[in-house]
């Protein structure tokens, strides 16, 4: 018997183009037997109750008892069981309601009719952005498996943006997955496996990823937290306007032996608030703070304002500041008169920071050490 | 954009209290515009990322040939459908999520980024991130100065994509090129194997990338920029680039005398 498992491998086939939010998979099941596709009959609980314990009986045993969790590798780290008597089912299920899957405490339990199957398949629908299109994956050797497959026998996976291309038995099932891949602004949806049953297809497990960009359309989804920190390991905080600049600014201090100790992204446009935020989030694991500022459509004077603000409560977090754009000139000003210096390029700042990793003093600043 | 001479003919705005700005007059629909003044033939999108399908749909239908979007949080069916569009229709579309276009030498400027850094002068520049073009059209200006510089946008899905851009810079007669590109996706190098395919001599190509040391798993900003296979990760990219015969620029201040 081969259980369901979502699989996440791809790399450059499956790329999930944008940030995307995970969707758990009753939800994605119901949404795919709204729009008419077979799945197990199925209870979800959140709490073992009478109701659980009738649900349970109606759908006769065996059963499939599965975590709700957004996590890969459910199964191998005991998400999934199996029950053949309602004591099992009951055990299994509060087991599992308890159980945290790799940090992560399950939503609930999907309990489902085990559907005996003789094959299994894959699908799944992605956009590809080398093709700037919707990618269709497709494998009559689905399953656990499927990892080797695609390495070993690359044959038996088909990679198209034709439905066309795909086996005609599996049209239909595709065209619908591609309305709901619209519909509800999918950047992922996978079928792992499809179970085939009597040639009848059935879908046992779902992935959705829904793109964060569409949630304003898409209310039936909960909201994910914005992407523009990350904690990494070090301690030199790192702050700047745009991806592809505190990315290259990591890059950079990494080269030249520190270790930065997140990334912070403000965007363009950054307000004061938002710069004061930015560094009262990092100074909380940081002492030395970098800030790479070059603003097209931010304001620089607008940041000089809130790291002048910043440093007035919090004198003993080091700053280095790189400002050039908008109003750099004013804002500079604005910071030497308030007794901070700052560069114009990012070699300067560099310089800067090697000279107080190599025990000078800056100019204007006292230096505090831990 | 206006001071630097860009000529803005009108602008577009769903808001009907504003009918003028900076001397421009605002029109609620540019096919309305467009019906009584003539041709318009490209268009600067600043609107919220919802509603930016329907202003290019209307930009569209009024007969525009290129689009540059600079919005970000497009969502991506959206673009999608914009470059199925364009790609139809064989227009251009610079974005979403971009800076825009700057092209020093004619004086025009379709974006945000502050042209005191980029100087006329000889190289071209094709970056996915904003603030990084600016870093180097800052290097640059200091030497040898830039031609046609073009932001193409940090999200996965883009209306032109690295390829394409060299053949917009080959078609305005630049042999120098910048190119900046980011962990995540194949797009520099399949650019370059195109540029090289085209005419573009290796050595004139100068290449630069962020997120060599973005962790495994993290995805950092930008939604293209996510750690995904071996092809996608910066050192797999500086490899494939010095293999081709380009220069692959390691700290930025080192373009400066890598150009002399």
């Known amino acids: 018997m081969v259980f369901p498992k979502t699989i996440d491998f791809w790399g450059n086939f499956v790329f999930e183009g944008g940030d995307s939010m995970k969707v758990q998979e009753y939800v994605a099941k119901r949404i795919l037997s709204k729009h008419g596709l077979r799945v197990p009959k199925s209870i979800f609980v959140t709490s073992y109750s009478e109701e659980t314990e009738e649900g349970l009986l109606r759908l006769g045993f065996p059963l499939v008892l599965k975590s709700q969790v957004l996590v890969g590798g459910r199964m191998k ?38 559907i005996e199957h003789d094959e299994e ?9 080398t093709l700037r299109d919707i990618l269709f994956i497709f494998s009559k050797s689905g399953g ?95 702050i700047g306007c745009g991806a592809g600049i505190v990315m290259a600014t990591i890059d950079v201090l990494k ?114 050490t831990r | 954009m206006l001071e630097y001479g860009t000529n803005i003919v009108c602008g577009v705005s769903k808001n009907v209290s504003v009918r003028e700005v900076h001397g421009v007059p605002v029109y609620n629909s540019l096919r309305n515009f467009v019906e009584q003044h003539g041709e318009v033939s490209t268009a600067i999108f600043f609107v919220p990322s919802q509603h930016i ?11 525009v040939e290129k689009f540059v979007i600079i919005t970000e949080h497009v969502p991506i069916h959206d673009t999608l459908e914009m470059v199925r569009a364009v790609r139809r229709e064989r227009k251009v579309l610079i974005g979403p999520n971009c800076p825009g276009v700057i092209y020093p030498q004619e004086r025009l400027k379709i974006g945000i980024m502050p042209e005191k850094y980029f100087k006329p002068g000889e190289f071209a520049i094709i970056s996915r991130s904003g603030t990084l073009m600016y870093e180097m059209a800052k290097i640059l200006s200091e030497g040898p100065g830039l031609g046609l510089c073009l932001g ?14 060299f053949e917009i810079v080959k078609e305005h007669g630049f042999e120098k090129v910048l190119i900046i590109g980011e962990i995540g996706g194949e797009d520099e190098v399949r650019g370059v194997e195109h540029a090289l395919k085209i005419g573009f001599r290796p050595e004139n190509i100068y290449a630069f990338f962020a997120g060599r040391h973005a962790p495994e798993g993290k995805r950092m900003g930008h939604a293209g920029a996510i750690v995904e296979g071996e092809k996608g990760k910066v050192w797999y990219k500086e490899r494939a680039m010095i293999q081709m015969g380009v220069k692959v620029v390691r700290l930025p201040w080192e373009l400066e005398r890598m150009v002399i």
């Open chain 2, 152 to 165: 193409l946008g940090g999200d996965p899905i883009v209306g032109t994509n690295v390829a394409e851009a």
């Open chain 1, 121 to 129: 398949w894959y699908i799944s629908l992605s956009v590809d952005r």
């Open chain 1, 255 to 368: 080269e030249l032996g520190f270790e930065p100790a997140n990334f912070y992204d403000i965007g363009g446009g950054a307000s004061r608030e938002e710069l004061l935020k930015a560094l009262n989030t990092v100074c909380s694991f940081s002492n030395v703070v970098v800030l790479n500022i070059f603003g097209g459509i931010t304001d620089t004077l607008e940041v000089a304002k809130g790291i002048v603000e910043f440093s007035k409560s919090n004198p003993q977090i080091r700053l280095f500041v790189r400002l050039s754009g908008t109003h750099e000139d004013e804002a500079r000003e604005y910071l030497l008169e308030n007794g901070i210096s700052c560069t114009s390029d990012m070699k300067h700042l560099v310089e800067e920071l090697l000279n107080w990793r190599s025990g000078k003093v800056g100019e204007n600043r006292v230096l505090q």
């Open chain 1, 77 to 114: 780290a005991g998400g999934v069981l199996f029950a053949h008597t309602l004591e099992e089912a009951r055990e299994g299920v509060e087991h599992l309601l308890a159980k945290s899957i790799k940090g992560e405490i399950p939503e609930g339990v999907l309990v489902e009719e085990l």
């Open chain 2, 53 to 63: 399908f329907e202003a290019f749909e209307d930009a569209l239908l009024a007969g």
């Open chain 1, 144 to 238: 656990v498996d499927i990892e080797e497959v695609s390495t070993r026998e690359p044959e038996k996976v088909i990679k198209t943006t034709e439905i066309t291309d795909l086996p005609k038995i599996v049209q239909p099932i595709a065209k619908t997955l591609l309305e709901v891949f619209l519909e509800y602004d999918l950047t992922l949806l996978e079928i792992n496996p499809i179970g085939v049953s009597n040639g009848v297809l059935y879908v046992l497990d779902a992935v959705f990823h829904v793109d964060d960009n569409a949630l304003f359309r898409q209310s039936w989804v909960k909201k994910s937290s914005e992407e523009h920190f990350v904690r990494l390991d070090g301690d030199v905080g790192v």
